[in-house]
Nanobody, 124 residues
Framework: VQLQASGGGLVQAGESLTLSCAAS????????VAWFRQASGEDREFVAV???????SYADSVKGRFTVSRDNAKNTAYLQMDSLRAEDTATYYC???????????????????WGQGTLVTVSS
């Protein structure tokens, strides 16, 4: 599975942005899809995940502001980001894996496929 993340850009604090993660194959629907982000000089961190059955989970730092979704017919997952803050500035990556334990959804090494990242910059 090849993943292509897009939609990043420069926005003002308080504004919204939607990221997309397009998969190359039709088996996308069989994969769990997650979003991670990495700020400059920081470790990559978990943001959100959506399961094959459309269950969603979020990091506490984005809960209530970000929404993860997927459209299996388009082999694409999305990350809707509202009320953006300066601390949301990072390169955002999508990742996918066929199966994963619920306890492991925030663990980077559990994911088999990664997109190239898209930069989100939030100015305050």
């Amino acid at each position: 599975v090849q993943l292509q993340a897009s939609g990043g850009g420069l926005v003002q604090a308080g504004e919204s942005l939607t990221l997309s993660c397009a998969a190359s194959v039709g088996t996308f629907s069989r994969n769990v899809v997650a979003w991670f982000r990495q700020a400059s000089g920081e470790d990559r961190e978990f943001v959100a995940v959506i399961s094959r059955s459309f269950r969603m989970s979020y990091a506490d730092s984005v809960k209530g502001r970000f929404t993860v979704s997927r459209d299996n017919a388009k082999n694409t997952a999305y990350l809707q980001m509202d009320s953006l803050r300066a601390e949301d500035t990072a390169t955002y990556y999508c990742a996918a894996v066929r199966t994963i334990l619920t306890a492991d959804v925030s663990t980077l090494r559990r994911y088999d496929y990664w997109g190239q990242g898209t930069l989100v910059t939030v100015s305050s």
